[in-house]
């Protein structure tokens, strides 16, 4: 079992940037992050395998960058130019095995708790 521990989540206005971290417990391969709003389905915006193999949903593509220190066993989520939609919980997510074919990860293995991010117009 891994655990995985978020931080960095809080309140911002628009157009300023905020860095989520996801610290694991363990050795993973695939790490991502996820979001989720009320009533909506929780969705991957960045996954990533090693320091230059990622994948981002068209949403964030150029405002946020995923990266991954293995020997930490930490990932990262630099966010930059957010936008009242980008609000959410944001969780980490991690998978043993590799991300997939087009690198998005869509079945983890583990889950972090979550972190909220507001962002206010």
């Known amino acids: 079992q891994v655990h995985l521990m978020e931080s960095g989540g809080g309140s911002v206005q628009a157009e300023g940037s905020l860095r989520l971290s996801c610290t694991a417990s363990?050795?993973?391969?695939?790490m991502a992050w996820f979001r989720q709003v009320p009533g909506k389905e929780r969705e991957v915006i960045a996954s990533?395998?090693?320091?230059?193999?990622?994948w981002y949903a068209d949403s964030v593509k150029g405002r946020f960058t995923v990266s991954k220190d293995n020997a930490k066993k930490t990932l990262y989520l630099e966010m930059n130019m957010l936008k009242p939609e980008d609000s959410a919980m944001y969780y980490c997510?991690?998978?043993?095995?590799?991300?997939?074919?087009?690198?998005?990860?869509?079945?983890?293995?583990?889950w972090g708790q979550g972190t909220q991010v507001t962002v206010s117009s």
């Open positions: 997510a991690a998978h043993q095995g590799v991300c997939g074919t087009d690198l998005r990860l869509v079945a983890p293995n583990y």
């Open positions: 363990g050795w993973t391969w695939c």
């Open positions: 990533i395998e090693d320091k230059s193999n990622a």
